[in-house]
């Protein structure tokens, strides 16, 4: 199984950006989806997660009202739309999926499978 994500870039701050991850090599269902991040000198933590069915969310509380999580299972395909960012949300994004029907609510989510990781910069 591969997850690859779309390339990050830089945003100034206020701005909207989307990041999208492919899955391919597995089935995509029965798959909850989620994202990481990791900012300089900080752990990683859960941003926001998404249920196989798309039915179910979770996100960090920073992000609540600002980023949404989504999926098209017939794409194999998550995306993150993050609104009004700031330079705090500054960080190497990463997707991860885990073969379970639950949804993944907590930093300790132990994941199946990662991508690389893209790098999101937000000036101000």
């Known amino acids: 199984v591969q997850l690859v994500e779309s390339a990050g870039g830089l945003v100034q701050a206020g701005g909207s950006y989307r990041l999208s991850c492919v899955e391919s090599?597995?089935?995509?269902?029965?798959?909850?989806m989620a994202w990481f991040r990791q900012a300089p000198g900080k752990e990683r933590e859960l941003v926001a997660a998404i249920d196989w069915r798309g039915a179910g969310t979770y996100y960090e509380d920073s992000v609540k009202e600002r980023f949404i999580v989504s999926r098209d299972n017939a794409k194999n395909t998550v995306y993150l739309q993050m609104n009004s960012l700031k330079p705090e949300d500054t960080a190497t994004y990463y997707c991860?999926?885990?073969?379970?029907?639950?949804?993944?609510?907590?930093?300790?989510?132990?994941?199946?499978?990662w991508g690389k990781g893209t790098l999101v910069t937000v000036s101000l």
């Open positions: 991860a999926s885990k073969r379970t029907t639950l949804l993944p609510n907590n930093k300790g989510a132990v994941m199946d499978y």
């Open positions: 090599g597995g089935s995509f269902t029965d798959v909850a």
